[in-house]
């Protein structure tokens, strides 16, 4: 079976850091473009943060940008996403999806994990 | 950015029924659409790529229509377990941007 299962969220301070990581089981992890979805609460699905199969290339929402690091350990099958000087914005349900085309990016998602909680409150 | 715009916010659909959601963007993003289906405490499933494309494993009774900024998604016949929130994204143009949903109620 197809698994994203994302762990790391909690509650931190304005201006915290947190690590949230995702195992991918079940497919060629590698194969994969992967990224991270988020959802305030009551709010839309936002982009945050995608990077290529080979994990050279990332990419970034502007609101994260030079503060979220996205990477990948393809011998772990996981997923990363450091995330530093966190404001109460950025309070959300974290997502992990599988971009669908195989070796290539095109921010459809075709397999999501059910996510992972950060708040960021003082 | 473009800006997606879904309507109704909710509907209220017997069962058997045809549901009808529509998806708007503010500009040109070509066929370069998807649906997703979320249930409370669940991830989302996609439905829908390339704005007609039905993902696998997706029942037949869900279908998508639409180019450029006009996007339509149907159940022909709703089913108990269709009640969610659905929303569509464009991943034409950079930033990736999702609809604020709407969400299916069971009549």
């Known amino acids: 079976e197809v698994q994203l299962l994302e762990s790391g969220g909690g509650l931190v301070q304005p201006g915290g850091s947190l690590r949230l990581s995702c195992v991918g089981s079940?497919?060629?992890?590698?194969?994969?473009?992967m990224g991270w979805v988020r959802q305030a609460p009551g709010k839309a699905l936002e982009w945050v943060s995608l990077?290529?199969?080979?994990?050279?290339?990332?990419y970034y929402a502007d609101s994260v940008k030079g503060r979220f690091i996205i990477s990948r350990d393809n011998s772990k099958n996981t997923l990363y996403l450091q995330m530093n000087r966190l404001g109460d914005e950025d309070t959300a349900l974290y997502h992990c999806?599988?971009?669908?085309?195989?070796?290539?990016?095109?921010?459809?998602?075709?397999?999501w994990g059910q996510g992972t909680m950060v708040t960021v409150s003082s | 950015e473009i800006v997606m715009t879904q309507s109704p916010a909710t509907l209220s659909v017997s069962p058997g029924e045809r549901a009808t959601l529509s998806c708007r963007a503010s500009?040109?993003?070509?066929?370069?659409l998807a649906w997703y289906q979320q249930k409370p405490g669940q991830a989302p499933r996609l439905l829908i790529y390339?704005?007609?494309t039905r993902a696998t494993g997706v029942p037949a009774r869900f279908s998508g229509s639409g180019s450029g900024t006009e996007f339509t998604l149907t159940i022909s016949s709703l089913q108990s377990e269709d009640s969610a929130v659905y929303s569509c994204?464009?991943?034409?143009?950079?930033?990736?941007?999702f609809g604020q949903g709407t969400k299916v109620e069971i009549k």
């Open positions: 999806a599988r971009d669908r085309r195989l070796g290539e990016v095109s921010n459809a998602f075709d397999v």
């Open positions: 079940g497919f060629s992890f590698s194969s994969y473009a």
């Open positions: 990077i290529s199969n080979s994990g050279i290339t990332p």
């Open positions: 500009q040109n993003v070509r066929s370069t």
């Open positions: 390339g704005a007609s």
């Open positions: 994204q464009q991943y034409n143009n950079w930033p990736p941007t």
